[in-house]
């Protein structure tokens, strides 16, 4: 027994403690100029924003040091000073840049070498995008871009399918992927991806999309408007119009930018078969009054409707416009600029062209 007492206190006093140092890291980070001196820089997670760590930086560098539980995406952030590392066990370095755009990786572990693979293959893709001179720029993206982008960023997923690496990779294919493709990413994501807040924020908005998508019935939302009163949007919705609802808010000079077009379609459309309704979202009821009156909006409007409209018809940004069908059917989504205009007169058309063969039909017999 005692033979054994000897062997088990061995194993944990050698052993065990080389298990924990394995797991130590060292993170030097180096800034690009005097100017960061004294000043304080933090080491946060980028999943959750959770601060990690902090230091002052001397002589342009900070050094982090602890264990590494768990690898973990991290931005070394001071002032306007950023750089990326995988923090995991081992030396990490990074040259921290203040410059906008420019690519800061970690260096000196396996997964930050992918993460900076990752990194600048993201940066030569967009590259290609912002570069492209040639004359159909929708066709070379529909055609040749997206798909290599799809086949660049979703090789790199699956590669890190279950760490933070992955995480970002998924995030970007999300925003510029093929749509075909993304369930079969999202199925791969490991249980590490899959967790991570911004990819549980993006899988609620493509079950929302699903849920809200083109031939689907529409989802009914109620809120307190500006003077405490109830307003839902079945009261609009499902009438026996056409009705086009622009997600919108003042603040938003893209969404301003498109007011003259929604109003053109409201001038000329406006009436028995169709009609527009504003929904105000992410702004306070005064600044939605306000820019109402600035912008000469007459048509109804929804005021105070925040995020809840938002979450339920899955939009990620706005203005985002969508033609409801007179039963409340959603008949399409993303409409824009001289696009929604087409696509609004051929369906009203069409709805006319219906209209008079259903009568003439009626009268003949």
Not at 192 to 215: D, N
Request: hydrophobic fraction near 40%.
């Amino acid at each position: 027994m005692l033979r054994i007492y000897f062997i088990i206190t061995f194993f944990i006093s050698t052993i065990l403690p080389i298990s924990i140092v394995a797991q130590s890291y060292t993170v030097t980070a180096t800034f690009p100029d005097g100017s960061f001196k004294g000043k304080t820089v933090y080491l946060s997670a980028v999943h959750d924003g959770s601060i990690l760590d902090s230091t002052v930086i001397a002589d342009q560098k900070a050094i982090f040091k602890g264990e590494a539980e768990n690898t973990t995406l991290c931005m070394v952030a001071s002032g306007n000073g950023r750089g990326f590392i995988m923090l995991e066990k081992g030396n990490i370095t990074v040259n921290v840049s203040s410059e906008r755009g420019a690519l800061s990786y970690g260096k000196g572990t396996l997964l930050n070498s992918r993460l900076g693979g990752l990194m600048e293959k993201y940066n030569q893709l967009m590259g290609e995008v912002m570069n492209y001179q040639g004359e159909d720029e929708e066709e070379f993206m529909k055609t040749v871009w997206t798909p290599k982008f799809t086949q660049e960023i979703g090789g790199i997923f699956k590669a890190n399918s279950n760490n933070d690496i992955g995480m970002r990779a998924l995030m970007y294919l999300s925003n510029y992927g093929e749509s075909d493709s993304l369930d079969t990413f999202f199925e791969q994501a490991g249980e590490t991806v899959s967790s991570r807040g911004p990819i549980q924020k993006i899988i609620k908005q493509r079950q929302a999309l699903k849920q809200t998508a083109e031939g689907m019935m529409f989802t009914d939302f109620t809120i307190e408007n500006s003077d405490g009163q109830s307003v839902s949007f079945s009261d609009y919705i499902g009438k026996g119009k056409y009705v086009l609802v622009d997600f919108w808010a003042g603040w938003c000079g893209p969404c301003k930018r498109e007011i003259p077009h929604i109003k053109e379609i409201y001038e000329k459309y406006n009436g028995d078969n169709f009609t527009v309704l504003g929904v105000a979202v992410w702004e306070q009821p005064a600044a939605t009054k306000k820019a109402i009156k600035e912008l000469g909006i007459i048509w109804p409007s929804i005021i105070n409707a925040q995020s809840i409209p938002i979450d339920i018809y899955g939009i990620d940004g706005i203005p985002y416009i969508i033609l409801f069908g007179p039963d409340g059917t959603i008949v399409a989504r993303g409409l824009r600029g001289e696009d929604m205009k087409t696509t609004i007169n051929k369906i009203l058309s069409e709805e006319a062209k219906k209209t008079i063969l259903n009568n003439s039909l009626r009268y003949s017999i």
